[in-house]
């Protein structure tokens, strides 16, 4: 028996794996995306938790509502959206923000603080 004899070949085999390659490329690369997506989406999360909690401070420390917001948006991701409110002695700094993506993802930080100098 020859050595080409041994193993048979079957002729609708040809290219096979360049097919299976080219959909396992498609997927890993979807997934890929997918991983960058959440990241960017985590990453926009606790820039709105930062940029609330720096804009409560800043209330906090009595500073104007122009500027409560503009150390908000130092912090905050781009069209990130500011509100604040007082409450009491209370102050209350609310952000929120839209990370654009194949499913657009909207997001909300809050964070409160006590005025400086307010009686307890």
Same mark, same amino acid.
């Given at each position: ?23 396992? *490329? ?5 997934? %890929? !995306?997918?991983?960058?997506w ?7 999360? /606790?820039r709105?938790?930062d %940029? $609330?909690? +720096?804009g $409560? &401070?800043? +209330? +906090? &420390?009595? =500073? *104007?509502?122009?500027?409560?917001? *503009? #150390?908000?948006?130092? @912090?905050a991701?781009?069209?990130?959206? @500011?509100?604040?409110? *007082? =409450?009491g #002695?209370?102050?209350?700094?609310? @952000? ?7 499913l657009? /993802?909207? !997001?909300?930080?809050?964070?409160v603080a006590? =005025?400086?100098?307010?009686? &307890?």
């Amino acid at each position: 028996m020859a050595p080409s004899d041994a193993t048979p070949r079957i002729q609708g085999d040809r290219g096979m794996v360049t097919a299976e390659t080219a959909v396992c *490329s498609t997927v890993l690369v979807g997934l %890929a !995306l997918s991983l960058l997506w959440g990241i960017a989406a985590m990453t926009s999360q /606790l820039r709105c938790v930062d %940029a $609330a909690g +720096a804009g $409560a &401070r800043a +209330a +906090a &420390r009595g =500073e *104007s509502p122009s500027a409560v917001v *503009s #150390t908000v948006r130092k @912090v905050a991701p781009r069209k990130a959206g @500011v509100r604040q409110s *007082s =409450e009491g #002695t209370f102050v209350r700094v609310q @952000v929120t923000a839209t990370v654009p993506g194949p499913l657009p /993802l909207r !997001l909300r930080a809050e964070a409160v603080a006590h =005025e400086e100098g307010a009686a &307890r």
